[in-house]
């Protein structure tokens, strides 16, 4: 059975806590991104080095290799989304469908030693990104193709909840 494409709309986030995660958006802000992703890639890493890391739990869920991919990706697209915040006014994010993501980029298929490496490479890259956003910034904005307003700071908020979740989702 296929994975069932994720269509939800995570930003209510935003606004209340995760009753899965248990993250609550309040005090993230771009310099706690900066400062807890690298906390978190450890917690990734060792995920990775399990010896079913790439095994699904069922046909519908993403096995932990998966998610890391996926993670992975998250940290591109959010530093990329960012640097366009920072550089225009008001830019609109290309569409990133992660489902398709995941079946182009073969997720099941990658070497989870390899993906470990690059997940930390990506996550110090973001982390890098959003540690040098200035307070003066956070208030610039970013639109998603689906009109989805987000600040630099609900974006930090926003991303960070998924790197969180999916951590949860490995039980890592």
């Known amino acids: 059975m296929a994975i069932t494409p994720d269509t939800k709309d995570w930003t209510w986030v935003l606004r209340r806590p995760c009753p899965e995660c248990g993250f609550t958006a309040d005090n993230t802000t771009p310099a706690a991104v900066a400062s807890t992703i690298p906390a978190l890639l450890p917690r990734w890493q060792g995920a990775l080095k399990r010896q079913d890391a790439d095994v699904r739990p069922d046909d519908s869920t993403w096995s932990t290799l998966e998610y890391a991919c996926h993670v992975r990706d998250v940290f591109g697209v959010f530093e990329a989304r960012l640097n366009l915040m920072l550089g225009q006014d008001n830019p609109t994010f290309a569409d990133w469908d992660q489902d398709q993501a995941a079946v182009d980029g073969d997720y099941a298929g990658q070497d989870p030693a390899v993906v470990a490496r690059e ?18 910034d956070w208030g610039r904005r970013g639109l998603r193709s689906n009109g989805s307003a987000f600040t630099v700071l609900t974006l930090s908020q926003y991303f960070l909840h998924d790197v969180i979740h999916h951590l949860h989702d490995v039980h890592a």
Request: proline share 0%; glycine share 6%.
């Open 119 to 136: 997940l930390a490479q990506a996550g110090t890259d973001a982390a890098s990104a959003f540690a040098s956003v200035t307070e003066e």
